[in-house]
């Protein structure tokens, strides 16, 4: 038997060459003195927890049966800065494009100089909506990079998300709706800002 954490790869679905310019790309982008780059990401926290590590045979794959408690989730949308700062809204309920362009609408208002927000493909980032709004938040210092399909390498949030789900959030956080976001609230506030959305906002303490 071996000790692992469970997870989930796409890995291998992605152009290996675009991955490696990108890598490229960021690494310049991060040279820049005059820009500030920021990553860009959302994350569920639901009420079925997860489940972390187990004992495998060694080989072998094993599925997991959920047997967590339902309820609502709480949806993490953050910025990482890259002093390891951030600024998370925290939502309930299903993350539109709209959530999106209100976000980075606030966002633009906390920048002082030109910001690359680093940033994966999922729908709600690639809508015509979003595309719509790319070239306003431009004029207000805001640059979008788009990162190539299955890269969450690249993203450096992509690490914050994991590190609260598989150590900072105990058993006990999620037992209730409650407890889940209090907790999740409390994790965020020690590394950065918390900003509650307004599906939220009769939850604010």
């Not at 959530?99 to 980032?125: G, K, P, R």
């Not at 004029?139 to 390498?153: D, Q």
Request: hydrophobic share 40%.
């Amino acid at each position: 038997m071996s000790w692992k954490r469970f997870r989930r790869s796409l890995r291998k679905k992605r152009d290996e060459k675009a991955f490696r310019l990108a890598q490229d790309e960021l690494a310049e982008l991060l040279k820049e003195p005059e820009l500030d780059v920021v990553y860009f990401d959302e994350a569920g926290f639901s009420l079925k927890g997860v489940v972390p590590y187990g004992w495998l045979p060694v080989g072998k794959r094993r599925d997991v049966p959920v047997t967590g408690a339902h309820g609502s989730n709480v949806q993490a949308i953050g910025f990482e800065h890259q002093d390891g700062h951030t600024q998370t809204y925290l939502h309930k309920g299903y993350v539109s494009t709209d959530t999106v362009i209100q976000i980075m609408d606030d966002f633009c208002e906390t920048i002082e100089q030109t910001t690359v927000v680093v940033l994966d493909n999922a729908s709600c980032h690639t809508s015509h909506a979003f595309k719509a709004c790319v070239e306003r938040w431009a004029a207000r210092g805001l640059l979008v990079y788009h990162l190539p399909p299955y890269s969450p390498e690249l993203n450096s949030i992509e690490r914050l998300w994991k590190k609260l789900k598989y150590q900072l959030m105990p058993a006990e956080a999620w037992e209730k709706f409650s407890t889940l976001l209090n907790t999740l609230t409390s994790k965020l506030c020690d590394i950065g800002e918390v900003i509650f959305m307004p599906s939220l906002e009769s939850c604010a303490q």
